[in-house]
């Protein structure tokens, strides 16, 4: 699990593309700080596992199912990438909780800069845009950021200026693609409501909003 607190800015150094999958070789320094061959780093979000390492680099598999879900089929050596380390039991939870398992990836439309802030536009798509509640949480290339905006057609986060310069995000110009992660609460209440599109289907959850407010809970 992570917290979408960027910890520093690495270099891809290599990618070696297989026929559907990929392996990385990143450059880094704060996030092989106590790093050992089989621990898990978000990478722009996306939960790797370090399968060999040096002082300055880790290197890591990508299979053909994050590769078909992610942005990172368009990764090019010397780009710059989000990474975090797996949260601790004594980490400052200054995000929210994400699992680096990404549920699609989304493209930047506009950036309109804002006093001191910088407005960020992305288009996505309908299965997507459908868990983004204004003030919600969102991991964007895994930033850990709140929801300004949404509508049908897309969403918009407010940065500061200490966040667009520990992160990779203001670097991208409009037309680039995101790795999305949405607050997963809304999933798991989704499926246990057997919720879709509007509708409960009873048949697949006892779950109902009749039992929910029987119960107390609404």
């Known amino acids: 699990m992570f917290t979408g607190i960027i910890e520093e800015l690495g270099t891809l150094k290599n990618i070696c593309h297989n ?5 990385l070789v990143i450059e880094a ?7 050992k061959i089989g621990d898990s780093i978000a990478v722009n979000g ?6 060999s390492m040096t002082s300055r680099t880790f290197e890591t598999d990508v299979m053909a199912e994050t590769m078909r879900r992610t942005n990172m089929v368009n990764l090019t050596p ?3 990438l989000n990474l975090e380390r797996a949260l601790s039991l004594n980490t400052r939870l200054g995000g929210h909780i994400i699992s680096g398992h990404i549920d699609g990836t989304g493209t930047i439309r506009s950036f309109e800069k804002e006093e001191n802030a910088v407005w960020v536009t992305i288009d996505a798509e309908p299965e997507i845009l459908r868990y983004i509640v204004e003030k919600g949480s ?28 520990m992160t990779g995000l203001l670097r991208k ?6 790795n999305l992660e949405c607050d997963v609460i809304g999933k798991y209440v989704e499926k ?12 697949r959850s006892s779950i109902s909003l009749e039992f929910l407010e029987n119960s107390g809970f609404l």
């Open 19 to 23: 026929k559907k999958s990929s392996v």
């Open 29 to 35: 320094e704060k996030v092989l700080q106590d790093t």
């Open 46 to 51: 996306v939960c790797l596992t370090v399968r």
């Open 78 to 80: 010397g780009g710059r």
């Open 138 to 165: 969102i991991a964007i290339d895994g930033i850990s950021l709140t929801v300004a905006f949404v509508n049908e057609d897309i969403f918009q986060i407010s940065m500061i200026p200490h966040t667009g310069e």
């Open 173 to 178: 110009k409009p037309g680039d693609t995101v």
């Open 192 to 203: 246990l409501l057997g919720i879709k599109e509007g509708k409960q289907d009873r048949k």
